[in-house]
Structures are given as C-alpha cells and as structure tokens.
C-alpha cells in the first residue's frame, strides 16, 4: 500500500487515528461531555471508555459495535502537580472500541500496524508492558515482537473510575524517547518512572464486571476499549520530549508569555508557570463550555481552584492585570476546528472565567491591602522582616499564597519569616488534631437523643425578638480552636451559640449578610456579629459574651434580639436590589441580569452582565426610574410556591444558584418577582431615597453598580453638599461659580508647569554646562557619571541627551532624586556604542551592584534603586563597566 504522509500535526493525528478505525469498520462517536450523564458517581469525564459504559455491561443497545472517539477528558488527581512537564488536567483521549465484536486478536496487531505503519513510528523504538497472566496477549505480540521487548507489569489492570463498571488486563504501549532521558538505572525499562519510556497507548481487555465490593465476574461478552493521549502522540510526532512544547500547547505558552514579557526555555520557574497558565487555561475553557460554573463544591470548586491557581500563576510570571480574556480566547479559536462548541459558546465561557478571574482579584486586593499594613508596620518598628504568623492568616483567610506574600515583601525591600509561617501552619495542624478530640457540632446534637437539635428556622415573618433555648455552646480556645463540648460560654469568650429550632437571626445568604444583634438572659448578654447557617440545616450566631455567663444546660432559656439598626438598612437594600435588577431589565435588556451581589446595611453592590460601559444618561435613567418605583410605594410581599409555579409565573432565577423543589418568591406590585430568600421591606416606599452610586467594569461582559438606599442615601446627598461647600471656600467661589473658578485655576496651573519647565530647561542646560568639564576620558570614550537634580524622568533623560551631545563619543550616567524616587539613566552616543559600549548592559550591571532594576536599549536605558545612597553606589560602577567594555572591544 502506498504509504500516506506520516501525521506531524494535532489535528493530522486526531484525523490519522479516526480514519485508521473507520477503515476497519468503526464509527466516530462525538466526545460526550466532561459532566458525566450517566454516572453520578463520577466527578468529570476521564476516559473515552465511559460513554460506553452501558453497552459494555449489556444494557444499553449500542450505536455500533466497533467505535471510535475522541474524548475530553478531565483528570483532577494531581492539580497542584500541574507545572510539572508531564501533568495535565484537561486532555484529548483517542479510543476505538470494541462492543462483545473482536477481542485482543484483532486490536493488537491494528495498534502495531498503526503506530509503525500510519505514525510511521520507527519499530525498534516501540515497547509493549502485558499483565503477567495474561498469556492470551503475550502470544499474541510474540507473533510481532521479540520477547525482550515485552515487559510484565502487575499493574495493568484497568478499573471503572466509578465505584463498579467493567474491568479487566491490560497492555501499555511504550515509546523510547531517548536514552539522554533516561535515570541511568540498570533495570530501567518500560513503567520506570523516569522520564525515558513514555507510555502513549493503553489496550484495555475488558472481560469482568466489578460491583461495589470488588467482586468481579464475567462480562456477557468481551470487549475492547482502547485509550491514547492525543498530546503524548503529538509529542511523539513532533519530537518533542513534553507535551507543552506541541502545537496544542506552544502557541497558547507564547502568547501567555508575551503578555508577561518574558519567554519559554527561560528557566525552569518561569516555565513552570507558564505550564500552568496554559494547562489550566485549557481545563477552565473546556470546563465552562460543558456548563460547569465555579464554585465551593464538587465540579465548581475544581473549576474555582484551577482559575485561582493560573491566576496565582500568573502573578508570579509578573501579570498583575485580568489576563485570562485573551489566552482563553486564545485557546478557543485554537480548538475550534476539533470543538465547533466553543466557538458557539464564546462568550459565555469568557464570562464565566473572567467573572471568577475578578472575584480572586478583590480577595488578592483584600489580602494586599492588610499586607501593606503590616509592611508599612514593620517599617516603622525598624524590623526587617513581616512576622511569618500574620502571613499564615493571610493564606489561611485570603487564600493568599506565601510565595506571593515574600515576593510583594521583597519589592517593598523586607523579607517574610517562613519558619515564623511554617510554625504557625504547624500549629494549625496540631489544633485541628486536638479539635478532634473534643466533640464537634453534630456530635453534641447527635447526644441530644435521636435525631439531635431539629433544624434552625429562620422566618420571616416573625419579629425581631424572640424567646429561645441554647441547644450547643462552640467555645473558642487559642490552642484548639472551637470546641463544642463545653456546656457554657463565660465573659470575654467568643464563640458561637445554636438555638433550639426558631431563630429570628438571619443567617448570610442570597449575598445579604448576616444578622447581628444579643443573645441575653439574666445571666449573660452575648452579641451577636455575624449569623451563619453552618451545615445547611443549623444557624450558628457568631459572637463573643460582653458579661456574665451562658450555658446550656443550666438556664438555657434566653431572648434572641436582632439590632433593628442593622437589619432595617440592610432589607432597604434587599429590596432596592430587586427594584434595580428588574429597571435594569427594561433599560438595559431582558438579557441582562444579576451575576452576584452584596447586600449589607451601608450598600447594595450588584453585578450583572453587559456588553459595555452604562452610558451616563442610562445610568440617569436607571436611577430615575428606580426612584419613581419607590415613590408608587408598591406593596412587597412573598410567597412559598413549587419552583415549576415560580418560573411559570415569570420570577427571575439567579444564574449559577442552585433552588431546592421549593422556593420563595418576593413580588413588588406584580411588577418584579424574584426568586428570593432575604428579608425585605413591606412597601416600596419604605426603601426611601434611591442613589446609583458607580458604574464600573469587573470582569468580560460584566459590570458592577452600587446604590444606596435609605439613610445611606441621604447621608451620601448630605456629605457630597458638604464637600461642595468645602471646595467652594478652598478656592474662594461659590458653590454656583466653582466649574468656572476651577476651570480658570487649571488652566493657570497649566501655564505655570509650561513656565517652569522653560526654566528648568534653562538651569539645566547651565548645570550641563559645569557638568562636562567633570567627564574623564576611558580610551576615546568620554565619560560622566554624575549626581544631578532634575523633577521628572523627563527632564533628566533631556539633561542626558544634552550632555551626551555635547560629550561626542560619550557615556552619560545620571542619577536624580525626585517625588520619592531615585531615577538612574544611562546613555551611550552611537560611535561609544560601536566601540563596544551597551547602555543597557551597563545600567543594569551597575544597579545589579546597587541593588535595582532596570533596563533599556544599546543607546539608552533607565530604572531606579530604593534609597537615595544606593545611586552613588550604581554611578560609582560606571567607569570600571565602560573600561571592562572597551577593553574587551
Ligand atoms: N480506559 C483506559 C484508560 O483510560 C483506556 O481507554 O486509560
């Protein structure tokens, strides 16, 4: 047979193995999902094998007898392994398969005429690993292979990912990627863990059923499924010894590092990173595409945590901006031929990753700002390095990674105390084992006889006081942390409270917050911060007792009392969210609509997807209209119906929620319906005064507001009159003439800059006068190096040019204080440079002895040091560079 051309590409390999199985009777069956449809028990989809499942096991009538795939798979084993070069989460698997029609007979010689015939695989190069009793198989390759090139290996035996489904030996085929790869080991072969055989094909010889206890018996029929990873062979293909160095990875690499500004084959952090970018890149693009949305549990918190981690990344690569937009878009029309879905979906798998990209960013931006703090802290005290105790609680309530702490330290010129953070995660450790000793929650409810506390209930309807009885006191202890096996809570305590069934405390959900308030009898008032529901059934109130003592077993009777002050602003909010969710709708588009929210007594934050910037006038008129709804004081009120009812009767769900069969709908006037489970304000009118606060952008497609309702909005019309008026007397104006009086003050201020700059030029060409005659000569290259004053960058690389021009063959080295930065140029004329002189070169070895950082071309280059000393240190280094740099010319 006339050979065809051997596969170099993905997508020839994809198309080479599908066309080598549809000639031998197979049909192409499109990848399922990565969210598995018919194994629960199953996370995500990690072989080609699993849509086949039910045709294995007899149940299902299959499409065809002989199949082939090629499947998305999703493999979560090892994320944080994920950098190195041979992990991968998300990957394409190649299957043929065979439904109780040919057995091992027929797919071990296919796969040996394919790797050596249509991969054009060198023979000699290809090894094969067989179960060690499956002798079936090993006559059968004896019949292609010499025996030394057939290992036994135990391990090959292939087990549903499930808890039962088809199993049976295997046989692994191996690829020699060179011996330089090697360990070097004597009985280095094929299963090694080094990196010299790579394993690219698994022949799977499914025979046996196996149950839940591991029982296994015989399948009605044998079957073949085989799986080979797509990057593997392509690394084969292409000759590359990793699968980030293929075309399904190179491109998307390079374009994460152009945005770093930085490039592959670096050194090995810098490409650990950039493995990372671009793995999880893929993994997040296909995962939103098959509908998975990021969150705390199962297949969203896979997705969470791999979004978090690329970003992490890529900070550590420099990219300290939204940078996920363009690799996913990147890795979208990269994949595009092979998955036409993401095309179609481009948009909304853009939101989705972004969307959670910018909820990480203000949780970093949280952790930055307390970082600065203790910087700046640290500072003052004198001390040189950030107490490592305060770093662990930044990674343990930000999720802030240590590497990123040290390395924000660094640049602020401190160090961070790793063993002070090793020490403190140690504790941690030793407190969760500790806590283990001490009951837990459910434990102490467990005790309570059958069935434990019945389940928190948080109504509406009640009011905000009410009597109660504590059924579990958590008491806080630093060394434990909490401990639920105490039976009271003394004065100066924190900890948290659970009451027999009814409570009127809000627990956080739906983005409202939490209810405060006390928790008192006459024997202890314990106050009440925060409301949490811990388990999904128990509302715990979190707090501390301000006097006396509370217990649970002596007096357990006490008053639960919700702080009126917080909850009222906070149900002004819940309601004025809902009026702006629906006025969104009408102004901006029934698409649009809410994506997250905050609702707290001082501010309602809402986030909602659309297009582009709220214009202005829109805004205007959101806000408009969203008063005129609170003038008609429409009544409010709510409902519990089946959720089939709720949608029927047009209520709005929130995108991503998950609601139970049945649900609460909150209606203002018939004219908005939310599905909802807050608290909220019994007429419209009780919202009071509305107020758009800001319209900003948060991620892709999406945008943010913030309104004001109530006394915060009152409050906010009152200070911004006040600031007005502030302003007015600052610059002498009333308040109706200030646009015409700051006018005027700007452009006077522009003409004094335009004034003073002249000057400056002026001084400076006379200083650069004096300057020259301070120059030494280095061969025939004029050189200065020279403490100057200057007020900009600007003006000093002016100063630079000037001397440099004057100079003729000439390197000028200037260093200036100014606004608190210490800037240092260097500038070469072009006939230094062609006797060997690199401006760059120089200012970055002579700020490398001092201690800074910068960069430039040949002609001229810039950068700065921390302390104003440090700049007489790099200008010092400038004539010993130039004479090592006219030497060596
Ligand atoms: N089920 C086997 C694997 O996943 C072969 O497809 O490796």
């Known amino acids: 047979m006339p050979s065809r051309p051997r596969p170099g590409t993905s997508d020839e390999v994809r198309r080479a193995f599908i066309e080598f199985f549809a000639e031998r009777g197979h049909v192409h069956q499109a990848s399922s999902s990565l969210v598995p449809f018919n194994d629960p028990s199953v996370l995500l989809t990690t072989a080609g094998m699993q849509q086949m499942i039910p045709y294995m096991l007899g149940r299902e009538v299959p499409p065809a007898i002989r199949m082939t795939s090629i499947q998305k798979c999703f493999r979560t084993g090892d994320i944080d392994e994920v950098g190195n070069p041979r992990n991968l989460t998300f990957f394409e698997m190649l299957g043929n398969f065979s439904i109780g029609d040919y057995f091992k007979e027929s797919i071990i010689p296919w796969s040996w005429e394919f790797i050596t015939e249509r991969l054009q695989l060198p023979a000699e190069r290809v090894y094969v690993t067989i179960h060690p009793t499956d002798d079936e198989a090993r006559q059968l390759w004896l019949k292609i ?21 088809p199993c049976g030996p295997d046989s692994e085929l191996y690829y020699d990627m060179g011996e330089e790869l090697g360990c070097g080991s004597a009985d280095c072969a094929p299963g090694c863990d080094c990196d010299r055989y ?50 399904l990875f190179r491109p998307i690499i ?20 950039l493995r990372v970018v671009a793995d999880h890149a893929r993994g997040v693009t296909f995962l939103a595409s098959d509908g998975v949305v990021p969150g705390n549990e199962g297949r969203g918190y896979v997705m969470r945590r791999i979004v978090r981690r690329a970003v992490r990344y890529g900070r550590t690569l420099g990219i300290e901006r939204p940078f996920l937009e363009s690799i996913v878009g990147k890795v979208i029309s990269r994949m595009a031929a092979a998955y036409p879905e993401l095309e179609a979906g481009r948009a909304g798998i853009i939101e989705t990753i972004t ?24 500072k003052a005290a004198g001390r040189s390095a950030v107490d490592g105790r305060l770093l662990f609680q930044l990674h343990d309530t930000f999720g802030f990674p240590f590497e990123l702490s040290e390395e924000m330290i660094a640049e602020a010129g401190l160090s961070a105390d790793r063993p002070g953070f090793d020490a403190a995660m140690e504790e941690q450790r030793t407190r969760s084992r500790a806590g283990a000793r001490f009951k837990s929650m459910a434990e102490v409810l467990a005790s309570e006889g059958p069935g434990g506390a019945p389940e928190s209930q948080f109504q509406w309807e009640r009011p905000l006081t009410l009597p109660g009885e504590i059924v579990a006191i958590g008491v806080h202890e630093d060394t434990v942390g909490l401990r639920w096996d105490l039976d009271e809570i003394k004065q100066g305590q924190h900890g948290q409270i659970l009451l027999h069934g009814v409570t009127p405390f809000y627990p956080e959900a739906g983005g409202q917050v939490g209810d405060r308030g006390v928790i008192r009898n006459e024997h202890g008032i314990f106050r009440v911060t925060d409301t949490r529901k811990l388990d999904g059934a128990h509302v715990v109130h979190i707090g501390h007792l301000e006097s006396g003592t509370l217990s649970r077993t002596v007096n357990p009777q006490v008053i639960a009392e919700v702080d009126p002050v917080h909850r009222a602003p906070t149900a002004r909010h819940h309601t004025i969210t809902h009026v702006l969710h629906r006025t969104l709708k009408d102004v901006l588009g029934e698409n649009t609509s809410q994506r997250g929210s905050l609702v707290a007594p001082h501010v309602a934050r809402f986030d909602f997807n659309y297009p582009r910037p709220v214009s202005r006038q829109q805004l205007e008129e959101i806000n408009a209209r969203m008063n005129h709804h609170i003038l008609a004081d429409e009544p409010v009120t709510w409902s519990i119906m089946q959720i089939d009812d709720a949608r ?35 007429r419209a009118g009780e919202v009071g005064p509305a107020f758009l606060l800001r319209e900003s952008g948060l ?83 004029n050189v200065l190096a020279a403490k100057v004053e200057a007020s900009s960058r600007d003006g000093l690389r002016d100063m630079a040019d000037q001397l440099r021009a004057k100079l003729g063959t000439s390197v000028v ?37 001092a201690g800074g950082k910068g960069g430039g071309r040949p002609d001229f280059a810039q950068g700065g040091v921390k302390e104003a000393d440090q700049l007489s240190v790099a200008l010092a280094q400038v004539v010993p560079l130039v004479e090592r740099a006219v030497g060596g010319a």
């Open 648 to 682: 029927k009767s047009g209520a709005m769900a929130i995108f991503g929620e998950k609601y139970g069969n049945e649900v609460r709908v909150v209606d203002i006037g018939g004219w908005s319906r939310e599905l909802c489970g807050g608290t909220h304000v019994h």
């Open 699 to 781: 991620a892709s497609g999406i945008r943010r507001v913030e309104v004001l309702a109530g006394e915060a909005a009152f409050t906010h019309a009152w200070n911004q009159q006040e600031r007005l008026l502030s302003l007015a007397r600052t610059v002498g104006a009333p308040v109706d003439q200030l646009e015409a009086k700051l006018t005027s003050l700007v452009e006077e201020l522009d003409q004094a800059k335009r004034d003073a700059a002249k000057l400056e030029a002026q001084l400076a060409a006379g200083r650069a006068a004096n300057l020259v005659d301070t120059a030494v000569k280095v061969g025939e290259v």
């Open 813 to 849: 080295a200037l260093g200036a204080s100014f606004d608190g930065q210490q800037a240092f140029v260097v500038g070469a004329s072009r006939d230094a440079i062609e006797r060997g002189i690199n401006a760059g070169d120089i200012l970055r070895q002579a700020l490398a002895a």
């Open 198 to 247: 790579l394993e690219f094909w698994n022949l799977v010889f499914m025979q046996f059923f196996q149950d839940r206890q591991g029982n296994r018996t015989p399948l009605p029929k044998t079957n073949i499924d085989t799986g080979s990873g797509l990057e593997r062979v392509t690394a084969i293909m292409q000759g590359v010894t990793t699968v980030y160095e293929t075309d």
């Open 254 to 273: 390079d374009d994460v590092a152009a945005i770093a500004g930085t490039s592959f084959g670096r050194d090995e952090h810098t490409d650990y990173a």
């Open 145 to 165: 292979v010499p025996p030394e090139k057939i290992t036994d290996l135990e391990d090959n035996w292939w087990g549903p990912p499930g808890a039962e489904g």
């Open 355 to 378: 969307l959670e990209e910018a909820r990480f960013a203000e949780t970093l931006a949280a952790g930055t700002e307390r970082l600065n703090e203790w910087i700046a802290q640290a």
